[in-house]
C-alpha cells in the first residue's frame, strides 16, 4: 500500500493540505465510519494498518511490500489487538499512532523537499493549531474548547477585586477622632495608604518570589497564608471563583504523619 505516496507536495501550503486530506480521512473511519472499520480489521487477517489519504478517504490494507517504503508506515497490526481490550480503548490507541503517523508523513515530505528552520516551524505551527486525532476521537477536544469558552467569559465577567491580594478597609472619615480636622484627617488618610501599599509591596510570591504587582492576579493559601501569582500554581481568576478553601501546592502535598 502506498498511501497516496504518488502525491507529493512540494511547499508548506501542500504538505498542510495533504495533511488535513489524511487526517480528515482518519478521523472518519475512527468515528462515523467506525463500524465499517471496526470489521474491517479482523484479528484473523494477517497485520493491517490505517491509512489515511489525501483524498479525505481511507482504507485498512496490508503494509507496503517495498524496503524501505516510498513513505513511512502507520502502526502495524492494529486488528490483532481489536478484541483484546475495551472498543474505546483500542480506538484511542489506533488514533494516537495514527497522529504519529501523520507527523512523520509531513516531515518526511518538509525533510525530502527541503524546507528549511521556518518552512518547519510554519508547518508545525499549522499543524498544531489543528486538534490531534486522539483528541477528536476521545472526546478531549470539545472539552478543552468549552472549557476555553468558559475561562473566557468568566475572565471578562471577572471583578477587578480579585486581581490583587484583599486590602483592609479604610475607616471613613467621620469615625477619626473628633479633634482633628479636615486637612489633618485627610494627611492621616493619605499615610495610611501609603503604608498599605509599602505593606503589599513587600509581600512576595510563595512560588517564583517576585514582589506584588497590581495589576497582575494573587491567591491566597488558605492553610499557610501565603500569596502567590496565579501563573505560579496555575490557578486562573475563573477557576479560582469555584475555590471556596485553596491550598498551595506545598501544603497539598503535606500529609498527615502515621
Not at 58 to 71: K, Y
Not at 110 to 137: C, H, Q, W, Y
Amino acid at each position: 500500500m502506498d498511501g497516496g505516496a504518488h502525491n507529493n507536495p512540494r511547499t508548506v501550503e501542500e504538505v498542510f493540505r495533504d495533511f488535513k486530506g489524511r487526517r480528515n480521512g482518519l478521523i472518519k473511519a475512527l468515528t462515523t465510519d467506525v463500524e465499517d472499520f471496526f470489521q474491517r480489521c479482523d484479528p484473523e487477517k494477517e497485520n493491517l494498518c490505517l491509512y489515511g489519504l489525501p483524498s479525505e478517504k481511507w482504507e485498512v490494507n496490508l503494509p507496503a511490500e517495498e524496503v524501505p517504503p516510498e513513505l513511512p508506515e502507520p502502526a502495524l497490526g492494529i486488528n490483532f489487538a481489536r478484541d483484546g481490550m475495551q472498543e474505546k480503548d483500542w480506538l484511542a490507541l489506533v488514533a494516537v499512532h495514527s497522529d504519529a503517523w501523520l507527523l512523520s508523513v509531513a516531515f518526511y515530505f518538509g525533510s525530502r523537499f527541503g524546507f528549511d528552520k521556518a518552512d518547519r516551524k510554519r508547518l508545525f505551527n499549522m499543524i498544531n493549531d489543528l486538534p490531534t486525532i486522539f483528541e477528536v476521537v476521545t472526546g478531549a477536544a470539545k472539552k478543552q474548547l468549552k472549557d476555553k469558552s468558559s475561562i473566557t467569559n468568566h475572565s471578562t465577567n471577572k471583578p477587578k477585586s480579585n486581581s490583587k491580594p484583599e486590602k483592609i478597609p479604610k475607616p471613613p472619615a467621620k469615625e477619626v477622632d473628633e479633634g482633628l480636622d479636615e486637612e489633618e484627617a485627610q494627611e492621616e488618610g493619605e499615610e495610611e495608604e501609603e503604608e498599605e501599599e509599602d505593606e503589599h509591596g513587600d509581600t512576595l510570591c510563595g512560588a517564583c518570589g517576585e514582589n506584588y504587582a497590581s495589576d497582575e492576579f494573587w491567591i491566597c493559601c488558605d492553610i499557610c497564608e501565603r500569596w502567590f501569582h496565579g501563573k505560579c500554581v496555575k490557578i486562573t481568576p475563573a477557576r479560582a471563583e469555584h475555590i471556596k478553601h485553596y491550598k498551595c501546592p506545598s501544603c497539598s502535598n503535606k500529609r498527615a504523619r502515621p
